[in-house]
């Protein structure tokens, strides 16, 4: 038995039950929002409510995962866009030679908090639509099943690759194996005792997984049935629709200048 | 079984390339049609080549150096690709963990018939069908298939394929990773083969193909291949073929434990028997009289010294798997004492937490309630280093931890790991290389290796740094019969002659009644005895209770004396009928 790797959180949310396609569209939604506008307050409202989708689908674990990425986008994103700006308003911070003024504060803000957007939306997307979904609903989009397929194989050795790292690891902890401490020279060599096994484990299994989907009839060109429900209900139509809107009216609003900085 | 045989090879060559050795050579043979055909021989000896021409795999997606003729009821299998005949021939490959491709237990399932084209309705029956064949309906289908315990995983790759009802159904060591009771499931399910239409009311597959390692499958099959030497040794019912045990150990293959006893007792081959109720009748024919007086107290194997000093001591152990949903509670409130010397074997069936105990004992895992002690202290008090010095582990798979150019630093990966260096980390590597038997085998590279022999370098690395207990998980899996018993041989010494402590996961019941003077068994998380192996044979009443399932020598004891304690070995049994002769 092993923990959970995959970035599917399995549990029975409304947004579990959306049709991928309706979800692709609903996150897309928050992405325009966060991407046609600038202000950072404007923008925190979509960044918001990605997270708050986030945490009410339990993708607590994965946010996790992420959250170093998060916090270095913040520091870097103050560090470099101020370096490609020019200053404006009322200086905010002065601490030595670091002198940051309002404008550059809140457009380093703005595009730090719509990366964010992207970011936890991909989240959101990711921990409520499992491989199935998302290449039944890539193949309904029109794109065809080779490359669905491929994308759903790359999600599926993403756990397998763990699982075996972990098994790995565990067979050389016991056998004493310390992979972390020294310098990056001995810590290189701390990795070959995992490395070797995982890679010839993984390529192993990428042969067996081969000759199994042969032997299990699968055929990339041929026609294929999909099994489990996968129609748009009234709910996917109407976060479809709104989703639209949103995206519409966003896009007017910042044409029209509001939102700007 | 029809006289148009299901699946045909004719003066079949086989190489895996043009510098490679020959596999098969020229290589005859009928796969019978409405029969269970077992394919026997030695680890390396072909077996798995042969099951991947069955489907075309082999010309047609492994290409190699081929030559020769494969007929499947009027196609040519040479030149059809494998997945256009998967509707008709199913394919279990041996790694079950890379044979899973869905997120769910519903998804994997429909993953098959879906590649086939079937209407969603249907694809809804057949999951049904399929996971109430594997014995999985009772689990959640939305769990993840990487959340099942091992056996688990094998019995939904199983259903996967079964899901397409194919005519022929091939599997490459099946019950490898099953309980007893769900290997004997699984036999009668692939046993109860159906005559005719098999797309309506699917019951089963028609014909059924099987590699396996356990004689006691070998022996319920309509037909055996033995394969020796890349070419066919012999081929036909199971009792011509598993009498002859000269012809047997020739081709590294177990001999029917009831065949040994007989054999032994001066019984021609032509009347050897097979099942205890045919050796049962046999020993009122001839007149044996069975004396279980003869029989010794402790295992068979003279194995497990009771040293009454406590190693481990457990008391109200708990530990639970998270997951999205609720967390599965994997060992709960287990008390368990391991003396020093002592030899157990940890058996139940898939899923009742064996493996995640022996994590515990080792200290891979924490418990989330109760304490663990070695030696008096608590496992959590000592460094991983001194705690991995003290307890070694041996996984399942060997390739899960090997990576070293040499057989020499593999084993030393260990010990240096520990601390030793110079001339007492060689003596250590030396000896424990001499104590598997692979010291001539030291500058090889580990990957070129057999199974057996990577399985004994795994074993070397952790007796270098002498720990005073080591823990098998399913060490034997994948060997063949001599592969199996040298290395249960060995485990045997190192516990009687350097006192050893072994704690053994397996659901092999013939090595618990030989080598384990005191099994523990465990179901849902929890022990449910704790006692000598002899008790526990003894008491078919228990042994149903946790489905296991008493070796044939132990069937026959009690069949002939239901009240005294069974004889656990082939040598017991010859002793307790009189003696060889």
Request: hydrophobic residues 35%; glycine residues 2%.
């Given at each position: 038995m092993s923990q959970a790797y995959a970035p599917f959180v399995d549990r029975d949310t409304i947004v579990h039950r959306l049709d991928p396609r309706a979800k692709l569209v609903g996150i897309s939604a928050l992405f325009v929002l966060a991407y046609v506008f600038s202000n950072p307050l404007v923008i925190a409202v979509p960044a918001l409510m990605a997270l708050a989708l986030v945490l009410s689908v339990g993708g607590y674990r994965n946010l996790r995962r992420v959250r170093v990425i998060v916090l270095a986008l913040f520091v870097v994103g103050f560090v470099v866009w101020p370096v490609f700006l020019a200053p404006g308003g009322a200086v905010l911070v002065a601490v030595g030679p670091v002198v940051l003024t309002e404008r550059e504060v809140y457009i380093a803000l703005g595009r730090s908090l719509r990366i964010v957007t992207f970011i936890l939306g991909g989240l959101v997307f990711v921990s409520t639509t499992t491989t199935e979904e998302l290449v039944r609903g890539l193949r309904q989009l029109g794109v065809p099943y080779p490359i669905c397929f491929a994308v759903g194989t790359a999600l599926r050795l993403f756990p397998t690759f763990i699982g075996a790292a972990g098994t790995v690891r565990q067979a050389q902890a016991a056998r004493g194996a310390d992979v972390g401490g020294g310098s990056i020279r001995e810590r290189l060599r701390g990795f070959i005792p995992l490395l070797i096994p995982v890679f010839m484990t993984a390529f192993r299994n990428i042969q067996t997984q081969s000759m199994a989907l042969e032997a299990r009839g699968f055929d990339p060109m041929g026609g294929r049935s999909f099994y489990g429900d996968l129609r748009f209900q009234r709910r996917d139509w109407l976060l479809t629709l709104a989703s639209f809107g949103v995206m519409g009216l966003a896009t007017l609003a910042a044409v029209q200048g509001l939102g700007r900085i | 079984m029809s006289a148009d045989p299901a699946i045909a090879l004719a003066d079949v060559t086989f190489a895996y390339g043009p510098d490679e050795p020959t596999v098969l050579e020229g290589v005859d043979l009928a796969i019978p049609r409405g029969a269970v055909t077992v394919i026997v021989g030695a680890s390396g000896g072909g077996k798995s080549t042969l099951l991947s021409m069955l489907n075309g795999l082999i010309p047609s997606f492994i290409r190699g150096e081929f030559s020769g003729s494969i007929q499947a009821a009027g196609t040519d299998l040479t030149t059809t690709r494998t997945n256009a005949v998967a509707d008709r021939i199913g394919m279990v490959l041996q790694?079950?963990?890379?044979q899973l491709f869905g997120t769910s237990i519903t998804a994997e399932v429909a993953f098959g018939p879906e590649n086939m084209g079937v209407a969603p309705a249907e694809i809804d029956a057949r999951i049904d069908r399929a996971l109430a064949l594997a014995d999985?309906?009772?689990?959640?289908?939305?769990?993840?298939?990487?959340?099942?315990?091992g056996g688990q995983k094998q019995r939904l790759v199983i259903a996967g394929v079964a899901a397409m009802q194919p005519e022929v159904m091939i599997l490459d060591e099946p019950t490898s990773d099953l309980d007893p009771a769900g290997t004997e499931a699984l036999l009668a399910v692939l046993q109860r083969v159906q005559g005719s239409s098999p797309a309506v009311d699917w019951a089963g597959p028609e014909t059924v193909v099987m590699v396996t390692h356990a004689v006691e499958e070998a022996i319920g099959a309509d037909h055996i291949i033995m394969l020796a030497d890349g070419g066919v040794a012999a081929s036909g019912p199971p009792e011509v073929v598993l009498r002859d045990a000269a012809a047997l150990r020739a081709a590294r293959v177990g001999v029917p434990p009831l065949v040994t006893v007989f054999d032994a007792l001066g019984i021609d081959r032509e009347a050897l028997p097979l099942r205890p109720q045919a050796a049962e009748q046999l020993v009122a024919a001839e007149g044996f009289s069975y004396d279980?007086?003869?029989?010794?107290?402790?295992a068979p194997a003279g194995t497990g010294g009771d040293t009454g000093t406590e190693l481990f001591a457990l008391e109200g152990v708990r530990y639970a798997y998270a997951t999205d949903r609720e967390p599965v509670v994997a060992v709960d409130a287990v008390d368990l004492q391991i003396d020093r010397g002592a030899f157990i074997a940890l058996v139940g069936h898939n899923g009742s937490g064996k493996s995640t105990l022996s994590k515990l004992l080792h200290g891979l895992l924490e418990p989330a309630a109760g304490s663990v002690t070695l030696d008096g202290a608590?496992?959590?008090?000592?460094?991983a280093s001194e705690r991995g010095r003290r307890i070694g582990y041996v996984f399942q798979n060997p390739d899960h931890q090997l990576f070293a150019e040499t057989v020499r630093d593999e084993v030393a990966f260990g010990p240096a790991n520990f601390g030793y260096s110079g001339s007492e980390l060689d003596q250590r590597v030396v000896a424990a290389l001499e104590t598997v038997d692979l010291l001539s085998l030291a500058?090889?590279?580990?990957?070129?290796?057999s199974r057996g022999q990577r399985q004994r370098v795994a074993l070397a690395g952790v007796l270098a740094t002498e720990p005073s207990c080591i823990i098998f998980d399913e060490p034997t899996t994948g060997l063949d019969a001599t592969q199996h018993g040298q290395f249960m041989e060995l485990v045997g010494r190192l516990n009687r002659t350097e006192g050893l402590t072994v704690v053994m996961i397996t659901h092999d019941m013939e090595t618990v009644a030989r080598y384990a003077p005191r099994t523990v068994v465990m179901d849902a998380g929890r022990v449910v005895f704790d006692g000598r192996t002899r008790a526990l044979f003894a008491d078919p009443a228990l042994l149903a209770r946790y489905q296991l399932r008493a070796p044939q020598v132990t069937q026959l004891a009690h069949r002939l004396a239901p009240d005294a304690p069974p004889a656990l070995s082939e040598r017991e049994l010859i002793t307790a009928l009189g003696g060889a002769r």
């Open positions: - | 790694d079950y963990e890379a999985l309906d009772a689990i959640d289908r939305r769990r993840p298939p990487a959340s099942l315990s279980p007086t003869a029989l010794s107290a402790g608590p496992l959590a008090s000592y460094a500058d090889e590279d580990p990957f070129k290796l």
